[in-house]
């Protein structure tokens, strides 16, 4: 058994992060890390795992943990991986971080967007963009693997295939997103109580959300050019979901046809992407609670663009069941163990 140790396991991450692996064949959970939970029984602050989680939480002692067991996942607000990883641990452990702090290569745009000092700049270079469907064959060997975001997992396997191919003009990219607020965390915060949230829609970060340069790098390795976009994410009244819908001048005249065998050569064997049929547009209900991304698209020949539409559950793939995947690919497990989850309706 792969033996996990989980810090930040009381975040919504977190405790997607022990669902998932508490149904895993192969790893169990032997440390539920917590900053505000220590001593206090994981069951208490997540009852649904109540006689399925027995053990207390415990703390951030990465030191300790790296010598007792295989891998840690860091489930934490972006500078705690940065500033707890060094060499000594890495040579011990596998860490699959869910924060931001290994995914930008450019030390100066991640303190630039996140306002904040990078703690152990010498592993970025080193650490691999955890996007399974892309980055697979980097991430076998890694010792420190980069889990992407939710609103960057949805809008990268919705764009790239026609960014990889160079059928759009990659300055031209508009990404429009809503998430549900459970991708806000767990912390206490007025703009996310019920009151502030329900019957209501909203942008936030405009011009200035933090994935957006997350999204443009990983885009740019594709298209092997600088990749400019406007992001706009939204927060709607739902729990879990994201929804992306993105648009792009094309190059040259497409038909719907040559665009679907684009999608087919790089998804066609991916079990989680589901390219869907013409005409059928991604809805957050059918992939909540599973590792699937749907993903689809429309030629707008009036005006020369082509929409892009995908559609993910931002706590799974968008957070731990790609980390999940993560690990079964760098432990040389079969990707799909544990991840089989059908999606869940209503």
């Not at 007792?68 to 996942?73: A, G, K, P, R, Y």
């Not at 960014?163 to 996310?192: C, F, H, M, Q, Y």
Request: net charge negative; with cysteine; charged share 25%.
């Amino acid at each position: 058994m792969i033996k996990v140790g989980i810090i930040g396991a009381t975040g919504y991450a977190g405790n997607e992060l022990v669902r998932l692996i508490v149904q895993h064949p192969d790893a169990e959970v032997v440390w539920y890390g917590s900053r505000s939970y220590i001593d206090e029984r994981y069951a208490d602050v997540y009852r649904n795992m109540f006689e399925i989680v027995d053990e207390k939480c415990l703390g951030e002692d990465m030191d300790r943990l790296a010598n007792e067991v295989d891998v840690i996942f860091t489930a934490t607000p972006q500078g705690l991986c940065g500033s707890l990883v060094n060499e000594e641990i890495l040579n011990k452990v596998k860490i699959i971080d869910l924060s931001a702090d290994f995914r930008i290569k450019d030390v100066e745009t991640y303190e630039k967007w996140y306002g904040i000092k990078h703690k152990s700049p010498q592993f970025i270079k080193e650490a691999v963009y955890g996007l399974c469907e892309i980055n697979r064959d980097k991430t076998k060997d890694a010792r420190l693997v980069a889990n992407p975001g939710c609103y960057t997992t949805c809008s990268i396997l919705s764009i790239y295939p026609m960014v990889k191919e160079g059928l759009i003009d990659p300055k031209s990219i508009i990404v429009d997103a809503k998430s549900g607020t459970s991708g806000a965390g767990r912390g206490a915060k007025v703009a996310n109580l019920f009151c502030e949230v329900n019957e209501n829609i909203k942008a936030y970060g405009v011009t200035t959300h933090r994935h957006t340069p997350e999204i443009e790098e990983q885009l740019g390795y594709a298209a092997g050019e600088e990749v400019l976009i406007n992001f706009t994410p939204h927060l709607v009244p739902m729990q879990r979901g994201i929804l992306v819908t993105a648009y792009a001048n094309l190059k040259k005249d497409v038909t719907y046809d040559e665009v679907k065998a684009i999608y087919d050569k790089y998804y066609k064997n991916e079990q989680f992407v589901r390219v869907l049929d013409k005409d059928v547009c991604p809805e957050t209900r059918w992939v909540e609670g599973s590792n699937y991304v749907d993903v689809n698209f429309k030629i707008d020949e009036r005006t020369g663009r082509i929409i892009m539409m995908g559609a993910l559950d931002n706590v799974v793939k968008g957070a731990a069941g790609q980390a999940v995947q993560n690990m079964n690919i760098v432990f040389g497990l079969e990707e799909n163990t544990g991840l089989q989850q059908v999606p869940m309706f209503p």
